[in-house]
């Protein structure tokens, strides 16, 4: 498992530097950035490609692919207004999640 200690700094100087093409591991650190509205306290990959981000401020997230990224987009924008997802899981059948504001959901795949 790698595991990546990450600064807003550091981001934003890889950001800055003008890498021509994202790897896939790029997309979830950005993402998570995002996601996380504060630091990233640690960001791993696992062998099987699953991630797990955790925010500075105990935000929790694990995500078993790419696409992913999409839906906890649309899931913050729809059920959390926008203001920032807490915790974010996936199992085969559902999304589970908590917004920011404490509202703790299940949803359907």
């Known amino acids: 498992m790698k595991l ?3 600064s807003l700094p550091i981001l934003a100087a890889t950001i800055i530097g003008g ?20 630091e990233v306290n640690l960001y791993s990959v696992s062998d099987d ?7 500075k401020d105990g ?3 694990a995500l078993n692919s790419e696409k992913t990224l999409d839906i906890m987009r649309d899931i913050n924008i729809d059920y959390c ?8 899981s996936e199992s085969r ?8 504001s404490g509202t703790l959901l299940n949803i359907n795949k």
């Open 81 to 88: 207004n926008g203001e920032g997802l807490g915790q974010f």
């Open 93 to 100: 059948k559902y999304y589970s999640f908590k917004c920011k």
């Open 19 to 38: 890498c021509a093409q994202n790897t896939q591991q790029d997309n979830y650190l950005e993402a998570s950035f995002e996601l996380c509205n504060t």
């Open 4 to 6: 990546l200690k990450v």
């Open 59 to 61: 935000a929790k997230f």
């Open 49 to 55: 490609g699953r991630v797990r981000i955790v925010c």
